[in-house]
C-alpha cells in the first residue's frame, strides 16, 4: 500500500535518501550505506498550493530567521532571492531546485519489443547489440523507488525513454511501492519527458545548503 498525500510522499522520498524528521521536527541523516547530502533548508511547495519549511538540527537560528520571514511562494518563484541576501551578508550558500512527481496506479509499460528487463528494477533497450538507453532506481527500499534514466545522445527523441521510464514504473508500482521522478528545475529534457509521462506533481522543493 503507497500513500498518496504529498506531505506523506514527501518524507517517504525523504526515506530513500536516508533522512528523516526528528522528535522536534528538525531533519536529521539516519544511517544507511550511502545517504545524500542534508541541506541547510528546504522550502517545499505541495501541488495542492500548501506549503512547509523544515530546517536542519544544525541551522542556525538567524539562517532559520532569515528564511522564515519571506513568503513561501516568492522563494519557490523566486529562489535567487533570499539566497542573494544571505550572500550579501558574506554567507556561502548553494542553492537547488527540485520537481517531484510519482507515476499513478494506471501507469502501464510501453510495448516495444527491443526493452530488456536486466534486474528488478533495471530496464534497457539495445540496438543492434549495444546498449542505447537505460532506466533504473536511483535510491530503492521496500516502501518506494526514484527513477533514473539515461539516453544516449546519438538516440535521443525516439521514445526511447518514455517506453523505459513506462517499463520501470510498472514493476515498482506492481512491486507494490511508490514510482517517484525528479528532477532539477532547469533540466528542460527531464521537464519534457514528465509532461510525455503525464506523472502526477508532488511538490517543488528549494533546498538551501549554507557552507
Request: with cysteine; charged share 20%.
Amino acid at each position: 500500500m503507497t500513500a498518496h498525500d504529498p506531505r506523506d510522499l514527501w518524507r517517504v522520498q525523504l526515506k530513500l535518501e536516508c533522512k528523516a524528521f526528528d522528535d522536534v521536527g528538525l531533519l536529521v541523516t539516519v544511517p544507511c550505506a550511502d545517504p545524500d547530502p542534508l541541506a541547510t533548508g528546504h522550502v517545499v511547495r505541495y501541488c495542492d498550493g500548501s506549503t512547509e519549511v523544515a530546517f536542519t538540527a544544525t541551522a542556525p537560528e538567524w539562517f532559520v530567521q532569515q528564511i522564515s520571514r519571506h513568503n513561501i511562494d516568492e522563494i519557490v518563484n523566486q529562489p535567487a532571492v533570499p539566497v542573494e541576501q544571505l550572500q550579501a551578508d558574506g554567507r556561502s550558500i548553494e542553492l537547488a531546485h527540485f520537481h517531484t512527481y510519482c507515476f499513478g496506479d494506471e501507469v502501464t509499460a510501453a510495448e516495444h519489443p527491443a526493452i530488456t528487463r536486466d534486474s528488478a528494477e533495471a530496464y534497457s533497450i539495445a540496438i543492434d547489440g549495444q546498449s542505447v538507453a537505460r532506466a533504473s532506481s536511483s535510491r530503492s527500499n521496500d516502501e518506494a523507488a526514484e527513477l533514473w534514466i539515461e539516453t544516449d545522445p546519438a538516440h535521443r527523441r525516439r521514445g526511447y525513454a518514455t517506453s523505459l521510464a513506462r517499463a520501470w514504473a510498472t514493476g515498482v508500482r506492481h512491486a507494490g511501492k511508490t514510482a517517484f521522478y525528479s528532477h532539477l528545475h532547469d533540466n528542460a529534457a527531464s521537464a519534457a519527458l514528465a509532461r510525455h509521462l503525464r506523472v502526477s506533481p508532488l511538490f517543488e522543493i528549494i533546498a538551501i545548503t549554507l557552507n
